[in-house]
């Protein structure tokens, strides 16, 4: 938290159900996918622009998995520094297409999920075990209504992951810096 504070003044982890965008954000989501998107304000972490907006429990998730969501939502960060709020919205929500091959969206998301994977080998390092659920999790994310159906072949992501867990055995990243988060 510290370092994200330090780099971008301005950085802040606030509650989600206490934001009244992040409330309007939930009820759109709910008519944009039929009902099917019910867990936006209490299981999601979002970022918009410098602001990474958290559920409720966030305090009860483990250290560990704290810091990988962080370093998945510090990317967000820097793509809204990159293409700015006008960019990214137009890039996540509407091209090509807002539902279905949202091509936009699917590669801000895979930045995002790249950094996840990359921060989950170096806090819990190679067990096939959590890389099988942590790959089945993030397929179904970015096939279903969380992320509104931005990708349909999941096999795709799936194959992505998989290459990008190959070039993390055959290139580990850098150690963390003391002891990895519990």
């Known amino acids: ?21 992040c409330r309007a954000v939930d009820k759109a989501l709910r008519v944009l996918s039929f009902g099917q998107m019910r867990t936006f304000l209490t299981r999601y972490i979002t970022t918009f ?8 429990d966030w305090d009860r998730l483990p250290a560990g998995e704290r810091y990988c969501i962080l370093r998945h939502e510090a990317v ?24 279905g091959l ?7 998301e895979w930045q ?5 994977l990359v921060s989950h ?17 993030i397929v179904r994310r970015f ?19 998989d290459r990008t867990l190959e070039q993390l055995r055959a290139a580990p990243p850098p150690p963390l810096d003391g002891p990895p988060p519990p």
């Open 49 to 56: 622009g410098r602001r990474i907006y958290v559920p409720s």
């Open 76 to 99: 967000h960060v820097r793509q809204f520094r990159r293409l700015t709020w006008p960019g990214m919205t137009l890039v996540y929500l509407l091209l090509p297409l807002p539902v």
């Open 1 to 21: 938290m510290a370092e994200l504070e330090a780099r971008w003044r301005g950085f802040r982890v606030l509650s989600k159900p206490e934001s009244p965008f």
């Open 121 to 137: 080998f170096q806090v819990y390092g190679d067990d096939p075990r959590h890389f099988s659920r942590l790959k089945t999790d």
């Open 102 to 108: 949202a091509a936009g969206r699917a590669l801000l």
């Open 143 to 161: 096939t279903g209504p969380d992320y509104l159906w931005m990708w349909l072949p999941g096999r795709m992501v799936a194959r992505a992951i």
């Open 112 to 116: 995002g999920y790249r950094e996840t």
